[in-house]
C-alpha cells in the first residue's frame, strides 16, 4: 500500500531531526542527478509508463475518464438536471440506469458529473504539488529562517488529521462550488508531499552543478526553478498522483455528508441524494452503485499508476517473470 498511503508512493523515514528522508527511484526517469533535462525526464517516463502493465491500465482507465469529462453531450443526451420523467424508472432503452426519485435520468448524472470530478482531482493535485514544491524546495535551499518558519508551519498541519480539518473548514463554506472545493483541499495537503520535497532538495543542495550555478552568479529563483526542480521529476509525478487521488476521495466524501453544493451534478452529490432519498430501501441500487463504482474506477486509476511508478523505480518491487522463455539453448 505504499504507492496509495504515502504521498507520491516512494519509501521515507524520519532522520531524527524533523525532515523525513526520501528514497528517490532512480529507475524512473533516469536517476535525480542534476544532469536530466525536464524534457528527457518525460520521455524516458513515456517510455517506462507503456513498458509497464500498471502504468498502462491506469492510463487508459484514467484517459477514459477524461474523454467522458471532455465530451459528456456526445454520450448522454439528456439533461442531468431536468426533473421531467418519471420517477424511480428502472434501466430501459430509453434511460440506460434509470431514473431517480425525481425524475431525473441516472445515466446522464453519471456522465455530467464526471467533469467536476476531474476538475477537483487535477486542480486539487496540480495545486497541492505546486504549494508543496514552492515551500518545500524553497525551505531547503534558503535555509536559515525560511527553513525554520515554513518547516514550523508544515510540522503543524502534518499532526493535524485532514479529513476532520476539512470538515471544519467546509462546514464554514457549506454549499461551496468546485473552486472553493478544490481550494479547501489545497490548503490542508500540500504539507506531506512539502516535507519529501524539502528533503530531496537538501540532499542536492551542495551538489557540483548548484555550486557551479551559484559561482555564475544565478538568483536562487532561477536556480529552484531551473536548476532543482527538473531533477525531481518523478516525484512531482509521483506526488501529483497521490494528491489527485486523496482530492477524489475526500471531495466525494465532503459532498457525500452535504458540504459541497448539492446542486452541482457530481458522483458525491448524486450519493449524497440518493442517501437522502433511501435509495436502497426503495430499490434504486444503481443510484449509489453506479456513482460510487466510478468513484473506485477513478481512484483506481491513480493508484495504478502510482504503483507503476513504485515499480519502475524501485526494481526490488517488480514482480518476478518467468524466464523459460528467456533461456537461451546451448549448442549440441
Not at 509508463?49 to 502504468?55: D, G, H, L, P, V
Not at 470530478?117 to 505546486?130: E, K, P, S
Not at 508531499?193 to 524539502?198: E, G, I, V, Y
Amino acid at each position: 500500500m505504499a504507492a496509495l498511503l504515502g504521498p507520491g508512493g516512494t519509501g521515507g523515514t524520519d532522520d531524527g531531526g524533523g525532515s523525513a528522508v526520501t528514497t528517490a527511484p532512480t529507475g524512473l526517469v533516469g536517476g535525480w542527478s542534476g544532469g536530466v533535462s525536464g524534457a528527457g525526464s518525460l520521455r524516458r517516463m513515456a517510455r517506462a509508463i507503456t513498458s509497464n502493465r500498471k502504468a498502462t491500465a491506469g492510463t487508459a482507465l484514467l484517459a477514459l475518464f477524461i474523454l467522458i469529462g471532455l465530451f459528456p453531450g456526445v454520450i448522454a443526451h439528456d439533461d442531468p438536471s431536468a426533473q421531467v420523467y418519471a420517477r424511480s424508472l428502472g434501466p430501459s432503452g430509453a434511460h440506460l440506469l434509470g431514473t431517480t426519485a425525481f425524475g431525473q435520468d441516472l445515466f446522464a448524472q453519471v456522465i455530467y458529473g464526471t467533469r467536476p470530478v476531474l476538475l477537483i482531482a487535477f486542480g486539487a493535485g496540480l495545486g497541492a504539488t505546486f504549494l508543496a514544491t514552492l515551500i518545500g524546495v524553497a525551505a531547503a535551499y534558503l535555509g536559515g529562517a525560511w527553513d525554520g518558519v515554513l518547516n514550523l508551519i508544515t510540522d503543524v498541519l502534518l499532526v493535524i488529521p485532514a479529513f476532520p480539518l476539512l470538515i471544519v473548514i467546509a462546514s464554514y463554506l457549506h454549499g461551496a462550488g468546485t473552486g472553493v472545493m478544490i481550494a479547501v483541499i489545497i490548503c490542508v495537503s500540500w504539507s506531506y508531499t512539502a516535507r519529501q520535497l524539502r528533503a530531496q532538495a537538501r540532499s542536492l543542495r551542495n551538489r557540483e552543478f548548484l555550486e557551479a550555478a551559484r559561482v555564475r552568479g544565478e538568483r536562487s529563483l532561477y536556480i529552484i526553478a531551473v536548476e532543482i526542480i527538473p531533477t525531481m521529476t518523478s516525484l512531482l509525478v509521483a506526488a501529483f498522483l497521490t494528491n489527485a487521488l486523496y482530492a477524489v476521495l475526500f471531495s466525494s466524501s465532503l459532498q457525500f455528508i452535504g458540504l459541497g453544493n448539492p446542486e452541482v451534478v457530481s458522483w458525491g452529490t448524486m450519493l449524497y441524494w440518493a442517501e437522502n432519498s433511501e435509495a436502497f430501501q426503495t430499490g434504486q441500487a444503481l443510484w449509489i452503485l453506479i456513482p460510487g463504482l466510478c468513484i473506485v474506477a477513478l481512484g483506481a486509476a491513480f493508484a495504478l499508476l502510482n504503483y507503476a511508478f513504485d515499480e519502475i523505480g524501485n526494481p526490488a518491487l517488480r514482480p518476478v517473470r518467468s524466464m523459460r522463455g528467456n533461456r537461451v539453448k546451448r549448442p549440441k
